[in-house]
């Protein structure tokens, strides 16, 4: 039998005594800066068997986010960093910036995870875990410091606010 197939039987009879956990995202931290761009801090945690495919290279979470917030920006979302409990996300032009009067206001757009979930299925271990991609928290976070926070939702509204001076 060569290695492979003994690492995967290996896998999956763990997999089948280990109390069925998964991928659940703790928090998500969204900090916009004056032009618009975002730096989204994403915390998780891997079950086992989502760790072992990622150490095996069998699923990349970095590829993974950056497909997710890419329909986000009209230019290239970059993931600078991902390990197996956090990744960083950077995306140009997040949020649409707009002045009148003298104000200047920023929308974010509306984002849902669902999407995420059907990248998760096509995974070989899907059947095996129960993700969970509703943030515990999220924090979306202007350049004058205001904060819209988010418990527990898969999907977030459009979030506007006028900038304080």
Known sequence: MDKFSLALITFCILGAMLPVQAFTVTSLTITLAPDGDAEV???YDLSFIEQSAVFFKIADPAAELKNAFDSYSPEPVTVPEATSVSALVLIPAF???RS?????TMVTP????????LAMDEYWFAPLISPD???GITSVIFPD???A???????????????QS
């Open 145 to 147: 410091g205001h904060k």
């Open 133 to 135: 991609f509703s943030p």
């Open 100 to 104: 009148a009067t003298g104000k200047v």
């Open 149 to 163: 926070m988010y418990y527990n939702t898969l999907s977030l509204p459009s979030v506007s606010h006028t900038l």
């Open 110 to 117: 509306g984002l849902s995870f669902a999407k995420a979930q």
């Open 95 to 97: 949020a649409d910036v």
């Open 41 to 43: 801090d994403m915390q």
